[in-house]
């Protein structure tokens, strides 16, 4: 994977432009961000060079960033040196529609906007010449198109001494609007873009590594391995994922989970890096790189889903790839039809086809989608929700039935162990034997069985092999004398046993040794989720592996009416296929036996706490699993499908109404301009309205 920064991107033509390029030379999951000024690309061979794509990229008009070198002549000193000499041209020629004549001299008008004019000439028209090598169009075509009609058209009537040929103050103004507008754009982009960059200032630069020796040294943190430990002070960051060893403390993890309050970290507890330690101190195991942290993968997941487009983002990406050409015909049939249909002169044509020119640049419709994407997505993320991808955003927003796992989804996931009963056998070699089987299982009844027979004592002495996980169903293993012990549902560790409430059974050679009763809670904020969803029109179901009572017991209390109990992984999975068929359909789940149905459903959503199976079949991820964030994810993504329709109806609207009254002769080609560049800021201030919304 080769990154690149790019300078000189304004808008998402100017994406698709080097999009195009790159592909062209046969690179792979080419990803641009016009916003961000990222270029993203596979090199599956070395036949192209980078140089190469390099010298490519910057002849299209862009600038490669190396070495964090900024160019010295950026849009910003073009502006200002632009401004210098279109505002006594402008100036006059206002004054000139009071009555007040200055500045009429036209070579004196040629020397102030011949400098405009080569910065413009350069600005637009090497990316325009590059996107016509590159068989593509954009919106710096039209303004290079219009802006050099005005200044020759001029030029002209200066050699021909006709002041009523004169514009150069259009030409001019033409250029600095827009380049003014690119500004604005470009500031008021960057405010949408603040997600990643408030993530990235949470990754850590340095750690305090404990040595065997017990000193604690100060190492980069992209040195820190799994395994390493870690002091982390009052104050401090954290700097990667790790597991509690010693101390507690207060974290904060308000950036990463959206958990406005600090949370209590004990020994044994995990924590996040880039959370700040608020109170107390920590010695803590490291778990991962800085490379596979939390934070890592939530700033690219962030970056993958501002990157990728929704389907109604084609729609605009095909009507921007034929808006250039159909404009530029309008705007030679305006011209012609003003001087042979009726009659105008053509100096007055001319500015109408200008004027049309200007004031139909698409770059609204290219910013529409993007922009709302990127302010969404980070809004997701800072109320600790991960999307993969930004048409997970319209899809979810379109979900009809809310299907849910119970253990750990709907449930705490910390449960009790209510009482074991005993059939046969010595209860210390049974702990044993369960509590080494349970240990192989990521399933969150296994992890609190664990928990509590490690507390319990009692535990005697278990020697196995072949210790195996059947998804859905339970654990099985050899013991020394090469006797198969079943731990798990009843139709697996005891077909025969008559049925009780146990919710686990323990076998020796299919002999019934023992059975397990847990206790469950459900989550605080169950019952407020399903009761919003219904509100929002949707069907919450529960879908379960558990017994048929206990299932129907949880649905009763949430005021669900549709529910699957003891169903295994292949039986969810059928079940989500025809409830697919019904309506598009999420799964809400967290084990390794829900990472079919997960995969099979419209959508899948998974707890950050859930296995990473699961975590890697689902499209949104919860973090910390809290369940009440669906409902945040839910209310974000539909506001910002709305609004991704509201500033695409802007965008075209605008075009509908701007082009035929441009045509018409009643709007110059300055003012084409200066509402050309305020219809870009329109579309980019709703797509920030959307970070303070109320959802």
């Known amino acids: 994977m080769v990154a690149l920064k790019v300078e000189g991107m304004d808008c998402a033509s100017c994406a698709a432009n080097i999009t195009r390029f790159l592909e062209k030379k046969g690179l792979q999951k080419v990803n641009v961000n016009f916003s961000s000024g990222e270029v993203v690309f596979d090199q599956p061979t070395d036949e192209v060079p980078l140089d190469l794509v390099t010298e490519g990229i910057n002849k299209l008009g862009y600038h490669v960033v190396q070495n964090n070198q900024m160019p010295f002549w950026n849009l910003q000193r073009k502006l200002l040196f632009c401004a210098i000499f279109t505002l006594p041209l402008l100036g006059s020629h206002l004054l000139m529609m009071t009555g007040i004549h200055v500045l009429q001299n036209a070579w004196v008008q040629f020397a102030l906007c011949l400098p405009v004019y080569v910065v413009g000439f350069l600005h637009f028209g090497k990316t325009s010449l590059g996107a016509l090598r590159n068989g593509s169009t954009h919106m710096d075509i039209l303004i290079f198109i219009g802006s050099t009609a005005a200044f020759v058209y001029s030029t002209i009537g200066a050699v021909l001494n006709e002041p009523k040929y004169l514009f150069f103050e259009t030409s001019a103004t033409i250029i600095t609007l827009v380049l003014l507008g690119n500004w604005f754009e470009k500031r008021a982009v960057k405010q949408t873009t603040t997600a990643i960059e408030d993530l990235t200032k949470l990754q850590v630069e340095f750690a305090k590594k404990i040595m065997p020796s017990g000193t604690v040294v100060t190492i980069e943190a992209s040195e820190v391995l799994p395994g390493d430990w870690l002091q982390v002070n009052e104050g401090d960051k954290i700097p990667v994922d790790g597991t509690v060893l010693k101390g507690s403390a207060d974290v904060d993890e308000s950036m990463l989970t959206g958990e406005s309050l600090p949370v209590s970290r004990l020994p044994d507890d995990r924590v996040l890096g880039g959370s700040i330690v608020s109170g107390g101190s920590l010695t803590i195991a490291a778990t991962a790189t800085t490379r596979d942290t939390t934070l890592s993968q939530m700033i690219d997941l962030v970056k993958s889903a501002q990157l990728n487009k929704p389907d109604i983002q084609r729609l605009a990406d095909r009507i921007s790839g034929v808006f250039v050409p159909v404009v530029l015909g309008i705007a030679v049939l305006t011209f012609l039809v003003a001087v042979l249909g009726f009659g105008l002169a053509p100096q007055k044509a001319m500015l109408n086809a200008i004027a049309v020119l200007v004031i139909s640049c698409p770059c609204a419709m290219g910013l529409a989608t993007p922009t709302a994407v990127m302010v969404g997505v980070g809004r997701l993320a800072k109320n600790g929700i991960l999307v993969k991808g930004a048409q997970t955003i319209e899809v979810f927003a379109g979900i009809k039935n809310f299907v849910f796992d119970k253990t750990g989804t709907l449930t705490t996931g910390d449960f009790r162990i209510k009482k074991i009963n005993y059939q046969a056998g010595n209860e210390a070699d049974i702990n044993a034997a369960m509590l080494k089987m349970e240990r192989h299982s990521s399933h969150p009844i296994a992890q609190s069985l664990v928990k509590e027979l490690t507390q319990r004592g009692q535990i005697g002495e278990a020697t196995l092999t072949k210790i195996k996980e059947i998804k859905g169903q339970g ?151 809290n369940l009440d964030r669906l409902g945040h994810a839910l209310a974000i993504s539909t506001a910002t499908l709305q609004t991704i329709k509201q500033n695409l109806f802007w965008a075209f609207a605008y075009n509908v109404v701007a082009i035929p009254v441009a045509a018409m002769g009643f709007l110059n080609p300055t003012w084409g301009a200066l509402f050309m560049a305020f219809s870009d800021v329109v579309v980019i201030g709703n797509s920030i309205r959307l970070k303070g919304r109320k959802v």
């Open 475 to 625: 654990i099985s293993a050899l013991d020394k004398e090469g006797n198969e012990l079943k731990l798990g549902s009843q139709r697996f560790a005891a077909p025969n046993a008559g049925a009780g409430e146990a919710a686990l059974f323990f076998s020796k050679n299919d002999k019934l040794l023992a059975t397990v009763e847990i206790e469950d809670e459900l989550k605080p904020a169950a019952r407020e989720l399903m009761d919003s969803l219904r509100n929002a029109g949707k069907t919450p179901i529960v879908l379960s592996g558990d017994r048929l009572g206990k299932t129907t017991e949880v649905a009763r209390h949430l005021g669900i009416e549709r529910v699957y109990a003891e169903q295994l992984p292949a039986e969810k999975l059928e079940i989500i296929r025809k409830l697919n068929a019904e309506a598009p359909t999420a799964m809400i789940g967290d084990g390794i036996n829900d990472a079919p149905a997960l995969a099979q459903a419209t959508l899948g959503v998974s707890l950050s706490n859930a296995s990473q199976v699961a975590m890697q079949s689902a499209q949104i991820i919860l973090l910390n699993g």
